[in-house]
């Protein structure tokens, strides 16, 4: 830890940089010496810039990402998923391609998160409140991608939300990686146009089921904060 305090971020950026443009260009087909190095350095620079996360912190990212996960596989199961789908989505994925997207995926939002939410978001904070700050990372998050624009730009407000919140990234990191690894998932169905569950694709239960996870977790989590809030000051008042 402490000779990677002496390394700069963007020497480990830089680098995962390179790795996901090479992984764009050999998709399909990524070797296994390249995913070492996309996993190695991908947690080197998380490691980089959660140096000062509290062990409380940490645990309380956790317990929210099982939530989210929690959430997801409620979504599953009451869209009549079954074991009888997972052998469905076996025969339509390979093991290969659940490796390289799971590695790809996690890479992509381990750099994502720290150029958005830890450099932009922490930049954009120091000069204005963190609302405005959060807004304004979103919007930049989604003319980067220029996706479908509500789900770019509820996640970039969860994202940076939950990066303030906790003062880390680790949290965002994981929805967002799992949110990617889902998606890439469903694209991967996509030649296959029959349904696995009634009336559902693979691509719409994997990469609708993560996008409706991720709003369902953003709707609780922001209805919690501001429950907190309102009795925290309704207390104060008595």
Known sequence: MTNLKKVDIWALL???LG???YAVNVEGKLPLPAMLAML???LLALAKVEQQVSAKAAFQQGAMFLAYLFIFFVLLYEAGASTTTIDQLSGLITPALVLES???CLMTAVMEEIIFRKLLLGTLRKSMRDKV???VSAVIFYLC???VFLTIILSGIIYASLAIRFSSILLAVAIHAVYNFLGTLGVATTAFSGTIVPDLTPFQLLHGGGALAEFIFMALYFAGTISCRLTSRLRSKV
Do not use: D, E, N, Q
């Open 19 to 21: 790795l996901k443009i």
């Open 14 to 16: 830089v680098p995962l």
């Open 102 to 104: 799971f590695v790809t």
């Open 40 to 42: 190695a350095v991908s």
């Open 145 to 147: 991608h220029m996706s």
């Open 133 to 135: 700050a959060v807004m």
